[in-house]
């Protein structure tokens, strides 16, 4: 029987709750967002009393479903000022969902700014512990290993960095990997500093003695998880020896450079000359040549066949960080003007250690560049841009505060955010419906509410024209599939690659659904649920103020035209307005 | 005159006849580098090909199975295998890959 456990920051108390008749059949991102309308006022201000910060497994966590060791964690984002579902990997998940915690709603505020305590959730219960100084002010690759050595090893750990106690903007929440390196992130969109404000510096899970996920039709269950496991094997991207597992995620980096839309240089040209060296391909041969710790084919979570991840080692084979992922190679490398893996990898590891999102911080050191406080490409100086965020000074606490804050303070034009949120690592002058995309995403500039790029790009799902503008439709039903397929199920986004080629693998997320829960959605049902949740979140970012002005690009992508294409954004905002209201 | 004009006067110019080359420059990515296993991460084969060669013409004369190829990029574009190539055209090929 799950339970919601609601804790009370200003009382200071955790408690469990029954579930609502309302939330039985959702989980992850619908769960996330029903509480966060229901439950948060729209106009609050993001650090205050009122808004909430809650976290979900989705519907199939816990159990045998392949990949789907998924947390949502979300409320109304500090960043944007718009509801947020922020995502992650790692060990947390599946540990939550085996306990029967439905959810954990974090509510309220200490009277007392700056005093921080952790949540210890187990078998037996939940209970607030005041956080030691020893596990404050430091970097998580310190304070990790001292909550395990407390704790345990065999626990997971939710927790913010030193930018989520100083209320930063672009603070993430950290979920251990299953080496228990601080290295997963529920990035986007400054959760952690609404953790922060709320005076939770972690939650320790321990799942020993757990009771499990209770399945309502096994045999459905099993018939599901089957189909689905047969497509992950199957797919030339997902399967063990794929594309995702030799290459992991920055396989990308050739295929959006050689399209001409890899942003390069705070989004001035789609072509970067040095984007093949910080490919997937030479992350590949550097975990084969230096060997050592160095690989790829890593798994953030329990129960992933695809395995996307890597350690990346030094030249000497010890490890430098896990993970250089696309998004992050792309943002601390060509959006900043670096091609060194060296000098990404060091970034990486000083975003995890500070408890920054990599696709922000990036954005705000490009911003920064075109600013003038360091040249393009001087990666020596990025570092140490990265440090004051660390180290909390006033330019820290700017960048820390994302790409428009930074634009704003240092009065760069060139600001490539929508709804106060940085772009990924897509350039929609040479992309159109991921532009499409990032414009009309309820949480701000965002590429996993709905990865068009794999028709666009890729070839899965189908083949559209990058160029064409008539896009509203597709948009849309990547919006829906997305919300409900992958971020309520609990699946990791990447099973899309193999289920959006074969359907038996999409109707085997369905049928495990309906296997654990007992109902009997069909892919039609699936797909609307999504676009109710998409619809929700509308609702609570216009009662939060805002209207289709803001489902717009920065209006420098309207006339500066993007090399190698030359191409400038034009999709008419008529055909924008269509996505959401056909 | 131009001197391709001249050449014509002359009686010098190329029949037409005659076939004319193509230059292009390919680039192989991922699962397909390990056909041209000496070629760097993105380092470029130059090729010659006669006009009017076709995508798949080009796979051929790679040697690469056509069933590896998922994406061909000319000039950034995504192209059928049924297009010609021009003179100066910069193509990438990939195995099928995705990321996030």
């Known amino acids: ?582 | 005159m131009s001197y391709k004009d001249k050449l014509g006067i002359l009686n010098l110019r190329v029949s037409p006849n005659e076939k004319t080359m193509s230059t292009v420059e390919v680039r192989l990515y991922a699962t397909l580098r390990k056909y041209y296993p000496s070629l760097g991460i993105g380092e470029p084969l130059v090729i010659t090909l006669d006009d009017k060669t076709k995508l798949e013409n080009l796979f051929d004369k790679l040697k690469i199975p056509k069933e590896e190829i998922k994406v061909a990029l000319v000039n950034g574009r995504r192209e059928k295998e049924s297009y010609l190539l021009e003179d100066g055209d910069r193509v990438g090929i990939f195995s099928p890959i995705g990321g996030g």
């Open chain 1, 1 to 582: 029987m799950s339970k919601i456990l609601r804790v009370n920051m200003t009382d200071l108390t955790a408690k469990f709750e029954d579930v609502p008749e309302k939330y039985k059949l959702t989980g992850g991102r619908g769960l996330t967002s029903a509480i966060t309308c229901t439950e948060v006022p729209p106009t609050c201000h993001p650090l205050g009393p009122n808004n909430k910060v809650t976290f979900a497994p989705g519907i199939v966590t816990g159990t045998a479903a392949p990949t789907s060791g998924r947390i949502s964690i979300g409320g109304k984002s500090p960043l944007t000022g718009t509801i947020k579902e922020t995502n992650s990997g790692g060990m947390a998940s599946r540990k939550l969902a085996r306990l029967g915690i439905k959810a954990i709603i974090i509510e309220g505020q200490p009277k007392e700014r700056g005093k921080f305590w952790l949540l210890k959730v187990d078998k037996d219960g939940a209970q607030l512990l005041p956080a030691a100084t020893e596990w404050l002010g430091k970097g998580l690759y310190e304070t990790y290993p001292r909550l395990f050595d407390k704790f345990g090893e065999k626990v997971s750990i939710i927790g913010i960095g030193i930018a989520g106690e100083k209320l930063m903007a672009n603070a993430g929440i950290c979920v251990n990997d299953p080496e228990n390196r601080p290295s997963r992130y529920a990035g986007r969109g400054g959760m952690g500093a609404v953790m922060g404000s709320k005076g939770l510096k972690a939650i320790i899970i321990d799942d020993t003695g757990s009771p499990g996920v209770p399945i309502a039709n096994k045999e459905v269950f099993d018939v599901g998880r089957k189909k689905l496991t047969k497509a992950l094997q199957e797919h030339a991207i997902t399967k063990p020896g794929g594309a995702l597992n030799t290459y992991g995620t920055a396989v990308l980096v050739n295929i959006i450079n050689e399209a001409g839309a890899f942003p390069t240089r705070n989004f001035r040209e789609g072509r970067f000359e040095g984007a093949a060296k910080l490919s997937g391909e030479a992350i590949n041969e550097a975990c084969k040549k230096r060997g050592g710790v160095g690989m790829t084919g890593h798994n953030c979570s329990v129960g992933c066949i695809i395995k996307c991840s890597n350690v990346y080692p030094k030249p000497d084979g010890t490890e430098l960080v896990s993970v250089q992922e696309y998004e992050s190679v792309w943002s601390l490398g060509a959006n900043c003007g670096i091609d060194d893996l060296e000098i990404t990898g060091e970034l990486i590891r000083l975003c995890n250690d500070y408890g920054v999102d990599t696709i922000e911080a990036g954005v705000a050191i490009g911003v920064a560049m075109e600013a003038g406080l360091a040249k393009f490409g001087d990666g020596k100086k990025a570092i140490e841009l990265m440090h004051e965020i660390g180290k909390g000074t006033t330019l820290g606490y700017i960048l820390g505060n994302g790409a428009t804050a930074a634009a704003r303070v240092f009065g760069v034009v060139r600001c490539p955010t929508v709804k106060g949120q940085a772009m990924p690592a897509y350039d929609p002058r040479a992309i159109k419906g991921i532009g499409m995309t990032y414009a009309i995403s309820t949480m701000g500039a965002d590429h996993t509410s709905g990865y068009t790029i794999a028709p666009e790009i890729l070839g899965v799902s189908g083949k559209v024209d990058q160029f064409d503008i008539n896009k509203a439709e597709i948009v849309r039903n990547f919006q829906h599939a997305t919300a409900f397929f992958f971020d309520t199920t609990g699946h990791c986004l990447f099973i899309a690659f193999a289920v959006l080629d074969i359907p038996e693998g999409l109707e085997g997320v369905v049928e495990e659904c309906n296997g654990v829960l007992g109902t009997n959605w069909t892919l039609d049902d699936a797909s609307r649920m999504g676009g109710e949740i998409v619809k929700m979140e509308r609702a609570f970012n216009e009662a939060a103020g805002f209207t289709k002005t803001d489902d717009r690009l920065p209006e420098f992508m309207n006339y500066e035209k993007l090399p190698p294409h030359n191409m400038v954004f034009d999709v008419p905002d008529k055909i924008l307005d269509k996505v959401h209201a056909p």
